[in-house]
């Protein structure tokens, strides 16, 4: 390839203008690795048609400077120290007397299950005591799925029979009728769903939580979609199931968490009982706080694979 | 346990090396799916079951589903007679 002579501007203009098929070029091309001969299109899908780049992209010769690799290296080498800097500066591992002096560590073990009901220490935490951090985490989950809803969309697409055409499209690419993963998952499927309710509603008790049962629970309503397609999953789980699971769990979580956090800053009873800690029914809003989460996590996982796979519900 | 413990660290090493070397990126991302599974072995080891879960369901589950899909999307996984007939062409 013959280098042209890199220039900030150019470089930054060819990004611009190349920059949404860019990555499908280069990973062609680099799988391949002959010269570009435009956008590979595959033969049935439909693809938005791109400017073929020219031969000299800018892009790549700003890529192949000396100073941009140098100025990588710097990066890659100020990260690194950066890194090892801060392990250096933290507490020895597996030492068991660098926590004791932790008055912070000392509180939790001691009062976490007295205080808020649960066996499992983690889940007293972050539902509890750091619940408003867990109340942030799920909100960048449903966030996230509302942006990746707004970029990948076909709903925005103003002509209603191209919307149809595509639709049409993303199903019939669909995994056809597999005979082994559909006996997989005929079989794995209920297991894995028992067990993600159990990481769920043990979440107090045990190891576990909202979040890793409903990733558990997601990753059973990819499965079973992969093995029996869109139509089998949409008699019980649709494009309105996620959104009002989604909106109500949220607003229950703020709403619950909200009065937890008014009545304890004003040193008021909230009313809700602990429970004999090792019930399955205690540790006050544990359980329900737990539950909603996976309600959120799972939909989310379950709704940002299908947007990937086909741009809708 | 202690040999079982340096026999999946040093197998992490050896995943995300290879992730990064590696051209095929179906290959890459298989790679990195046994790092997160090795991974939340290392988390059990390490006495901490939550993360150990979560890890086995995100880590080496969902994040890789999901990167499977993204890698559909952009053509990067075809079928072998496919990509013969392109290098031809």
């Known amino acids: 390839m013959k280098k042209q002579k890199p220039d900030f501007f150019s470089a930054f203009h060819a990004w611009l203008e190349y920059g949404g098929s860019s990555l499908d070029r280069e990973m062609t091309e680099s799988l391949e690795n002959k010269p570009e001969t435009g956008t590979v299109e595959s033969k049935n899908k439909p693809k938005s048609k791109k400017k073929t780049p020219p031969q000299n992209n800018p892009r790549r010769a700003y890529a192949d400077a000396w100073w941009y690799r140098l100025l990588a290296l710097a990066v890659a080498a100020a990260m690194i120290w950066l890194l090892a800097e801060a392990v250096a500066r933290m507490p020895q591992f597996g030492n068991a007397d660098t926590l004791a002096d932790s008055e912070l560590t000392e509180f939790y073990v001691e009062h976490t299950k007295e205080e808020t009901g649960a066996m499992n220490i983690v889940t007293g935490i972050i539902l509890d005591y750091r619940g408003f951090d867990t109340l942030g985490e799920s909100h960048v989950l449903f966030i996230a799925v509302c942006t990746v809803l707004l970029m990948l969309s076909i709903y925005g697409e103003k002509d209603e029979e191209t919307r149809l055409k595509r639709n049409e499209m993303e199903r019939h690419f669909e995994p056809g009728d597999d005979v082994i993963l559909q006996s997989a998952a005929r079989l794995l499927t209920p297991l894995i769903f028992v067990y993600g309710i159990y990481i769920i509603l043990n979440g107090h008790l045990s190891p576990g939580g909202g979040f890793s049962g409903g990733a558990v629970l997601g990753a059973g309503l990819i499965l079973y979609q992969n093995a029996f397609g869109y139509e089998k999953i949409e008699r019980f789980f649709t494009y309105k199931t996620f959104k009002w699971v989604s909106v109500c769990s949220l607003l229950f979580y703020s709403l619950a968490k909200g009065y937890h956090f008014f009545t304890g800053a004003n040193h008021m009873d909230s009313h809700i009982s602990t429970g004999v800690p090792g019930n399955i029914l205690s540790g006050g809003l544990l359980l329900p706080l737990n539950f909603v989460v996976g309600c959120v996590v799972a939909c989310t996982m379950y709704a940002l694979f299908t947007m990937f796979r086909k741009g809708e519900f | ?89």
């Open chain 2, 1 to 89: 346990m202690e040999a079982l413990n340096v026999i999946l660290l040093l197998f992490m090493i050896v995943c995300a090396v290879a992730v990064a070397l590696t051209k095929n990126l179906l290959a890459a991302l298989i790679t990195f799916m046994a790092q997160g599974l090795a991974m939340s072995v290392v988390w059990m080891l390490l006495e901490a079951p939550d993360l150990a879960i979560t890890e086995a369901a995100v880590g080496a589950g969902v994040s890789s589903i999901l990167m499977f899909a993204a890698l559909k999307k952009i053509d990067a996984i075809r079928e072998k007679g496919e990509a013969d007939e392109e290098t031809k062409a």
